[in-house]
């Protein structure tokens, strides 16, 4: 291999990880503000449940990353919801609601890509992912789904849309 295709082989790496580094954080922000919508477990014991949840995200004061804060209602019955992933290195750590050692679960990896963030989760003997698609500023997609005999299932599905203040604005004619 020639010298030169080695140096343009190491900038397109570097330039690849600043670039994928500042998407990130990008989607990082743009997960900030207000979000709702319907949701559904779409498989196990509990198929077919609908439900609601509201969210309030924000991004961690001292690193880079998201959490979110809420909670997700069925009829009258509403359970606390909360999320935290970070960044670490060229992945991500971070918990749902208490994490593994609670009644939650923990975020053990993942890798972001054009707009979605794919993060590892883990309970136990449990494994499977979370993928959050941000497919414009104002509509998140979340689906979970679990390893069952080999495979990915989905299992949670949410649309969530940014909660907005209705502003008019107009002018007044002499």
């Known amino acids: 291999m020639r010298f030169s295709t080695i140096i343009a082989a190491a900038a397109l ?8 580094q500042a998407t990130d954080k990008k989607f990082f922000n743009d997960i900030q503000g207000q979000w709702s919508g319907p949701g559904e477990i779409v498989a196990g014991k509990y198929k077919g449940t609908k439900f609601v949840c509201t969210f309030d995200g924000t991004n961690p004061a001292e690193k880079s990353g ?5 909670s997700c209602r069925v009829g009258v019955f509403s ?4 999320a935290l992933i970070l960044k670490a290195g060229r992945s991500y750590t971070g918990r749902f609601l208490d994490g593994e050692k609670g009644k939650g679960m923990d975020v053990t990896g993942g890798r972001y890509t054009k707009g979605r963030i794919v993060a590892d989760i883990k309970r136990k ?5 979370m993928v959050a698609n941000l497919s414009n500023p ?13 495979r990915l299932v989905p299992v949670i599905g949410m649309n969530l849309a940014r909660k907005t ?9 002499n």
């Open 125 to 129: 003997d449990l494994r499977g992912i």
């Open 13 to 20: 790496t570097i330039a690849s990880t600043f670039s994928a």
């Open 79 to 82: 359970q606390p919801m909360s």
């Open 165 to 173: 203040d209705a502003v008019v604005t107009g002018s007044i004619d």
């Open 138 to 150: 104002n509509a998140l997609k979340v689906t979970i789904s679990v390893k069952h005999e080999g």
């Open 66 to 70: 998201m959490e979110v804060d809420g």
